[in-house]
């Protein structure tokens, strides 16, 4: 069985035939590789932390640099708004890129003091549409970060979009690798129920079946839970 690389046609399905196929494709992977129990934090702002020291690393190195902040009591709003930037950056030395994350997370906690008096949970209550644009103001939080502090920090129910999720639509014929992130996030979410549990299991079992299955070189489809799906 090839890969199949048909035109795209993810857009032109009814929203009902989109929810149709994406919800199978779901329950497919989440029968054959079982709940992912993504992103264990003890707290919404260390998951908020984890989603800008998540960005171009992996998640271990991120939770050496978790670690680092919890061990100098540094993982809170308030002790990290104190923090100089250079000692910051040398805690979270382990996730790479460490002087620009530093000034991101003095970004986010900048923005979290002015929004809500550092206690991100409060952002929970505001409404997604309103939220989403104001977290992209802070420099350095594109739209996957904010989605993963939305979803993972939040409990909002934005869809998170990544290499992973693009590589696999477009290996399906639905969209095209290139969509704008916005495109394929809406393609996600004007067909499924606003359901954050979902969202949040739909996104990890996608990066479980492109890292074991959908590899970049030489996907594995005889073996993949979505083989069912290709043309
Ligand atoms: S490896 Fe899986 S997800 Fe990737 S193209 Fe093949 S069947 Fe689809």
């Not at 890969?3 to 494709?25: C, D, I, K, W, Y």
């Amino acid at each position: 069985m090839g890969v199949a690389r048909a035109r795209p046609v993810g857009l032109h399905f009814a929203p009902m035939n989109r929810e149709a196929l994406l919800t199978s494709m779901y329950q497919s992977m989440l029968a054959s590789l079982g709940e992912s129990r993504w992103w264990p934090a003890e707290s919404p702002f260390e998951m908020a932390v984890g989603a800008i020291l998540t960005q171009n690393t992996n998640w271990k190195n991120v939770e050496r640099a978790i670690d680092n902040l919890k061990t100098a009591r540094a993982l809170t709003p308030e002790a990290m708004a104190t923090l100089p930037s250079d000692e910051l950056a040398a805690l979270i030395q382990p996730s790479g890129y460490f002087r620009v994350k530093a000034q991101r997370l003095k970004g986010l906690v900048t923005f979290l003091d002015q929004e809500c008096d550092g206690d991100i949970s409060l952002l929970a209550e505001r409404d997604l549409d309103e939220l989403r644009p104001m977290l992209l103001t802070i420099k350095g939080i594109g739209p996957e970060t904010a989605d993963s502090i939305l979803l993972y920090a939040l409990g909002q129910p934005s869809f998170v979009v990544d290499a992973y999720t693009r590589r696999i639509l477009s290996r399906h014929g639905l969209l095209p690798e290139d969509t704008h992130y916005d495109e394929v996030r809406d393609f996600f979410m004007d067909a499924l129920d606003p359901d954050p549990a979902m969202f949040n299991e739909y996104h990890a079992l996608l990066v479980r079946v492109a890292k074991d299955f959908c590899l970049k070189k030489a996907p594995q489809c005889e073996a993949c839970p979505l083989r069912e799906y290709l043309d």
